[in-house]
T-cell receptor
């Protein structure tokens, strides 16, 4: 069983540029969540995608957007990059939701984004 | 406003002894509390969880205790092993609220030989 994979591993961009990060979910998982982990902080929820639609969003501006594809893989797009966007971006996938229970989220290794 | 707080950035424990990692929270609506473990260059991996209606959950060397009145939980690792050296995140989750997991800042655990 293949786990959650993310690409690229590392990325360097300059302020004002745009970036796309990619995530392949674990087999059998139809839900993908994205998190931003700044240095010295815990992961912060950006948004979640379920069946190709956004299913919840954290406190991030609209320049953070995403997509989910029919094979449940996902992209995170960030426009007009700012220095504070430098962070580790984590993707997590989970199984089809079961009402009133916790669905374990399985994390990928992350993409380290540096904005200069 | 941090809803999940881990006030100890780091902790050093002798191999074989008990490691106790602490966590406080402010939101009484959380349904589950989670502990994740993270090694460098890897994503967080789920370790153990506890429902808000329980006060203890045990899985091998790992036990999580929940004190709802104090809004406090702790993770006990007994005995501590060298492979336990990692960053531990306390996290919380409200069922059917977009599956958003709220993480603390983490505690780096060093197991000393």
């Amino acid at each position: 069983e293949t786990g959650v994979t993310q690409s690229p591993t590392h990325l360097i961009k300059t302020r004002g540029q745009q970036v796309t990060l990619r995530c392949s979910s674990q087999s059998g998982h139809n839900t993908v969540s994205w998190y931003q982990q700044a240095l010295g902080q815990g992961p912060q929820f950006i948004f979640q995608y379920y069946r190709e639609e956004e299913n919840g969003r954290g406190n991030f501006p609209p320049r953070f957007s995403g997509l989910q594809f029919p094979n449940y893989s996902s992209e995170l797009n960030v426009n007009a990059l700012e220095l504070d966007d430098s962070a580790l971006y984590l993707c997590a996938s989970s199984k089809p939701q079961v009402f009133n229970s916790y669905n374990e989220q399985f994390f990928g290794p992350g993409t380290r984004l540096t904005v200069l | 406003d941090q809803q999940v707080k881990q006030n100890s950035p780091s902790l050093s424990v002798q191999e074989g002894r008990i490691s106790i990692l602490n966590c406080d929270y402010t939101n009484s609506m959380f349904d589950y509390f989670l502990w994740y473990k993270k090694y460098p260059a890897e994503g967080p991996t789920f370790l153990i969880s506890i429902s808000s209606i329980k006060d203890k959950n045990e899985d091998g060397r790992f036990t999580v205790f929940l004190n709802k009145s104090a809004k406090h939980l702790s993770l006990h690792i007994v005995p501590s092993q060298p492979g336990d050296s990692a960053v531990y995140f306390c996290a919380a989750f409200t069922v059917n609220r977009d599956d958003k997991i709220i993480f603390g800042k983490g505690t780096r655990l060093h197991i000393l030989p």
